[in-house]
C-alpha cells in the first residue's frame, strides 16, 4: 500500500514536499515514480527514478524545478516541488514497480496508461497552486 501525503494550497512561485509511505514491501527492491492528472488531462509522468540503475528521469515541464529522492530505510519516496504554476494543480499519484520488471525510468514515466502498467498506485494527493 502507497500513502501519499503533503498536498495542499500553495502560492504560484511556491514550493511543496510530497511524500510517499509504502507498507509491506521494501521500496529497496522497487522503481518509484511521480505522477499527475491535472483536470481534463490524462496522467503525466512528472518523476521517476530507477532502483536498479540508478537513473532518473523528468519531464521537461518540471526539470530543475522538482527532485524525486527516496528513503529506503523509511520505505519513504519524496518529490521537492519548487517555483509551482497553476497549470500544475491536480492530483499527484506515487507509484512503484518490482526492479526485475521495472523499465528504464523513461519508460516507466511514459507508460500509457500509467497506472494499469505499475505494481502499486497510491490513492493521490490534492496539489492546488493559487494565490
Known amino acids: 500500500q502507497f500513502v501519499e501525503s503533503g498536498g495542499g494550497l500553495v502560492q504560484p512561485g511556491g514550493s511543496l514536499r510530497l511524500s510517499c509511505r509504502a507498507s509491506?514491501?521494501?521500496?529497496?527492491?522497487?522503481?518509484i515514480g511521480w505522477f499527475r492528472q491535472v483536470p481534463g488531462k490524462e496522467y503525466e509522468g512528472v518523476s521517476c527514478s530507477s532502483s536498479s540503475d540508478g537513473t532518473t528521469y523528468y519531464a521537461d515541464s518540471v526539470k530543475g524545478r522538482f527532485t524525486i529522492s527516496r528513503d529506503n530505510a523509511l520505505r519513504t519516496a519524496y518529490l521537492q516541488m519548487d517555483s509551482l504554476n497553476p497549470e500544475e494543480t491536480g492530483v499527484y499519484y506515487c507509484a512503484a514497480i518490482g526492479n526485475l520488471r521495472a523499465p528504464s525510468a523513461q519508460a516507466m514515466c511514459n507508460t500509457v496508461p500509467a497506472p494499469d502498467g505499475m505494481d502499486y498506485w497510491g490513492k493521490g494527493t490534492l496539489v492546488t497552486v493559487s494565490a
Open positions: 509491506g514491501i521494501q521500496l529497496a527492491y522497487y522503481a
